[in-house]
């Protein structure tokens, strides 16, 4: 049997996450009602009319895939289907609903709780993040790397104050850093894969259509991504929630778990 291509699954998601993304941009201008899920979380008009769109699309090219997103209410058929697409139609809505650009449209496909292809796309500044598994990762085509720093001094940190202050870090302070926090999750973990940014954590709750593309992106630029003790994510399994995460370049990613097992709880 030939190996399946996961070439063309990643040219799929990009082609219909651009196309997601040109739909959010139409909501930005327009009428686009929100309002609060149970969770506290919002979800507006944009979040849906996306996620429509990304399951008719998808699931009309690949009919056999299992399906698991944020906004469609969970089919637990996709854990006996080989392959499922994992989604996240506007990871970000609340940067989305103030205009800011730091949402973005998320797609991977999951093969035995691993992704396999992956496209993370912020309409606002036409960046594509795109990775395909033993492919490497790219942004707008052209191949991206993580960083190579080593010291958590000095590096360019995506988390927020209250994740860094969190106990599970222990009493020492961190040293000297540029924090910043955008919206998307995923976004965050992009602009790590492309050395942007040298690491992104948080301990937030956090779902597979958070992380699943972004996973691969980052892993296939030669960073690594892991819980915040250091265990590998899984993928498409009857609980969808993620632990907290970490991800960077090896060295600094070893060094942020470092600091946790000697400082932590």
Known sequence: MPEHDYAADTALLEEVVRQGGALAKTFLAGKNRARSKQDGSPVSDADLAVDRFLNERLRAARPEYGWLSE????????????????????????????????????????????PIAAAVYNPLTEECFTAARGAGARLNGEPIRVSDRDRLEGCRMLASKTSLRNSCWGGAPWPAMTV??????????????????????????????????????????????????????????????????????????????????????
């Open 71 to 114: 906004e469609s209410e969970d089919d637990l058929a996709r854990l006996s289907a080989k392959r499922v697409f994992v989604v996240d139609p506007i990871d970000g809505t609340v940067a989305f609903l103030k205009g800011k650009p730091h949402f973005t449209i998320c797609a991977a496909v999951v093969e035995k709780e691993i």
């Open 180 to 265: 910043e926090t955008p919206n998307s999750i995923a976004y965050r973990i992009a602009l790590v894969a492309c050395g942007a940014f040298d690491a992104a954590l948080t301990l937030s709750a956090t779902h597979d259509w958070d992380l699943a593309a972004a996973d691969l992106i980052v892993r296939e630029a030669g960073g690594f991504i892991s819980s915040h003790d250091g265990s590998a994510l899984r993928f498409n399994r009857v609980a969808v929630v993620q632990p907290p995460v970490v991800a960077a370049g090896r060295a600094l990613h070893e060094a942020i778990l470092s600091r946790r097992c000697a400082n932590g709880p």
